[in-house]
Each structure stands twice: as C-alpha cells, then as structure tokens.
Nanobody, 123 residues
Framework: VQLQASGGGLVHAGGSLRLSCAAS????????VGWYRQIPGKERELVAR???????NYVDSVKERFTISRDNAKNTVYLSMNSLKPEDTAVYYC??????????????????WGQGTLVTVSS
C-alpha cells in the first residue's frame, strides 16, 4: 500500500486548487496527516497538518488561504488552496500514518510519504 497525492497543476495567481491524499487501497485509514511543500534548492516545509486532537494547524504564509480537511468515509485528506501566489509554487507532499487490514491481519505503517504533486502558480 502506498500514499498517493494528487490534484496539482498550473494556475494563475489568485486561482485555486484542491490536493488530495489517500492510500492506494481505500480500506486504509490515514492519521497524523501533514501537507508539506518543497521548492528546488530549499528544505521541505510543513504547510498544514492536523494536531493530535484534530485541530488544523498552518504555517503563517498560508493562513486564511489554505484549508486542510478530511473525508473519513473516503479515507482521504484534502488541502484546499485559494488565493494562490507565485511563491506557493512547489512540489506538495502529504505524509501520514496508515493502518488497515490485509488478509485479516492488522497493518500499521508509520510516516509514509506520498509521491508529490507539482503546483505551479503563474504571475
């Protein structure tokens, strides 16, 4: 089972995108989810996450513009991005713990990274 991030693309400044993060097998639950981004030549930074009590938490640069949410029925976590700026251009990654069942056996996978999805914001 793998973690998959999707939804990136090219948008103009001021536009919106919604990224999705889910396991490749939808019977796996996601927990400890965070969205990160990385600009070439820079370190990966945490953009948004759910704290241990489920409270959304954001880096200052995206507050009031980005929203992390989840659909438990679909075992999917989203990052809705509005009022996008050129400086939001990056590869976005999700990171999550996964747990589920395979052939009746409980499986727990800690600290999984999705493959990244590119977001490009043109000025």
């Amino acid at each position: 089972v793998q973690l998959q991030a999707s939804g990136g693309g090219l948008v103009h400044a001021g536009g919106s995108l919604r990224l999705s993060c889910a396991a490749s097998r939808n019977n796996y639950r996601l927990s400890g989810v965070g969205w990160y981004r990385q600009i070439p030549g820079k370190e990966r930074e945490l953009v948004a996450r759910f704290t241990s009590d489920g409270t959304p938490n954001y880096v200052d640069s995206v507050k009031e513009r980005f929203t992390i949410s989840r659909d438990n029925a679909k075992n999917t976590v989203y990052l809705s991005m509005n009022s996008l700026k050129p400086e939001d251009t990056a590869v976005y990654y999700c990171k999550a713990d996964l747990d589920g069942y395979e052939n009746g056996q409980y499986i727990s996978l800690i600290g999984n990274w999705g493959q990244g999805t590119l977001v490009t914001v043109s000025s």
